[in-house]
């Protein structure tokens, strides 16, 4: 029973991993191009939530809303002032670009909320529920259900919606959908928003659950790393199911090798698979 | 007038200037700085030859530094051997552990490249801190006294600030002898474009591993240097993400893929980083990494190609508009 109760744990915090790769998955499908400053993202989707609940005391729905809202707002201003310069300079640029932008954000959140872990205080979604022998606090239960409905969204808003097949034509050949009505650069604007703001959603989801500290952006953006290099770079599916299968592994070696091992046995995953099968799971190239 | 004249001059004058300095300012303070701006040259020079010049933006350099300050300290422990003998070791553990990463990220783009480094230094970070052969999060102390001048522990800093001046001039005349060299031409050609180095026939995997494991033997260097000087190396201080950041600012800032840019970048963030840490005390270093990633932004957005190449620009455009003006940046080197 311990260990359905380890897998079902890491299978919610895997969906919301899911969540927020499929942010870092849809830039690169979108441009090539990989945001260091993913993690990043999350963790101030976190202190959104945070900031909402302190300040104004409002409930899970206001404060997940108000992260997804400021995040896709970071996320349009993000590639408005800086992403769309870089992406036709050199690479060292474009890699320099979110490099930077992650330790701006990470240490400017050190020097605003210090290096303490925080968390939510109890909300209406404190508690734990009974399934069938399995305890589970209802907000990770709501967080990860929630986080799979959003990542399927995306990959329906992506693949069965006009401006889904606007935004993949951007994707595939940026030249012929100019020539076809569709403004590359809005479509690009708009994928960096919607990345930034599933950041921010997951952020707000695991805030409910999680303590965190403004270091869990490192970790978290390497995280998104793994989960998209797993489930193939630009595929959302891919990510879905390679963000439920990184949260497993973490949550089976945390139990069985200890909480210490669980990174070390994520990222040596990462290395293998760059080793072995660089396309991922559902990837093509 | 020899066309060289100027750069030659100017080069000389500058060893000249690094020669002197600890002797004109000898106090404790400034001689700790010129430590730090020569060992922060070593590393970002060594980053330079595959980050700049073969333009593969390695962001987990840390990873041979480390490798470069553990490996000295562990053979101490284990067997009391002098500092001095871990380095050959480190540099060879480095190069493998470079050939580890390059053969199978390098047949990718360049992201895949960056990605790997991160991950690969984090999961040797945090694997460091878990290790007890290697003192897990304590890390390894070395020899607190000299048994003999081969441990080179010395209470002065004026012994260390020769030594690291020497490997620095080495590696600079390493880089400069490629820069002449085919392999230098190879490395320029793969970072201004890869698909058509390799259709003109340029080994572009081979010269970008060769590229790669000069640059974490070097790497690997700095950091044997580091901790013969501190005597001591922790998982953060070897394996730390801040080290490689500081690696990649300092080249960048001066100017990636330059000869002298690292040592520009040296010259100008060392002791503003000093400054800042005795302005704001032990509070700074916060607002120093704050400040370091606003600098990164800053020099991806509106200047790549680092202060070298602002300089170049404002130089050719005050010698007049109809002799040569050197295009701007995104043009030579995409």
Partial sequence: MVVLQVIVGGLLLGAIYALFSSGLTLIWGMMNFINFAHGEFVMLGMYVAFLVVVWIGGGPAIFTLTAAFALLLLGIAIYLSLIRHVIRGPMLAQILSTFGLALFLRYTAFYLFSANFVSLPQTWLGGTVNLGGIYLPVAQLVGGVLAIVLTLALHVLLTRTVMGSRLLAVAE?????????IRPDRMQMLAWGLSAGAAGIAGALMA??????PSVGETFGLIAFVVVALGGFGSVIGSLYAGLIIGLIQAISAFWLGAIYKDIVVYGLFVALLWFRPQGLMGKA | MNKLFFPRLAIVLLAAALLAYPLVLSGA??????????????????WNIVGGYAGQVSVGHSMFFGLGAYTPLLFYTLWGWPPMAGIPAAIVLSIGLSLLIGMPTFRLTGHYFSMATIAVAELIRIFTGTWDFVGAAIGLQGPAIARGWWDLTFRSELPYYYLFLVVLAFLLAVTSFIERRRFGFYLRAIKASERAARSLGVPVRRTKMQALALS????????????????FIDPDSGFGILISVQMVIIAALGGAGTLFGPLVGALILIPLQSATNTWFGGGGSGLTYILYGGIIVLIARFEPGGLFDLWNRLVSRFRSSKAFRAPPYELRNR
């Fill in chain 1, 173 to 181: 050949d940026r030249a012929a959908a100019m020539l076809m009505g």
């Fill in chain 1, 208 to 213: 409910t659950a999680y303590p965190w500290s």
């Fill in chain 2, 29 to 46: 303070f400034y001689r700790d700085v010129g430590v730090a701006f020569l060992l922060a040259a070593i590393s970002a020079s060594a």
């Fill in chain 2, 216 to 231: 974490a033997a070097f790497t690997s260097v700095a950091g044997s240097l580091y901790v013969i000087k501190t005597g």
